[in-house]
């Protein structure tokens, strides 16, 4: 669904509490990824950062050739999910979808 501002620009549709602002160049804030195996062999992936300017998450595992394994979407705190490894899985990467339009990739080996 599309909104329209007064001046009939379209406005992105944004969760409760967010604002959106057609062109609006949201200000950074402190942002984060923790990641780390526990001790029964799953992955944690966490993503710390401003809650409000985000749209949605996805956290994914990837193999060697940096293919999708599996991938999960969140959209509502806590921004974290576990992952069980497999024999394939040399990456994770976490992808953060902003309000406005705007996208951060992080890709790190295990």
Do not use: C, H
């Amino acid at each position: 669904m599309v909104l329209f501002d007064r001046f009939g620009n379209p406005v992105l549709a944004t969760p409760v509490g967010a604002v959106a602002v057609p062109g609006a160049i949201l200000p950074r804030t402190s942002e984060s990824v923790e990641a780390r195996i526990e001790k029964d062999g799953r992955l944690f992936i966490r993503w710390n950062g401003d809650p409000r300017t985000v749209r949605g998450i996805t956290f994914a595992l990837l193999d060697s050739r940096r293919n999708t394994i599996k991938a999960t979407v969140i959209n509502r705190l806590p921004t974290e999910t576990r992952f069980k490894l497999t024999n394939r899985t040399a990456y994770y990467q976490v992808r953060v979808d902003y309000v406005n339009g705007t996208t951060t990739t992080v890709v790190s080996p295990l």
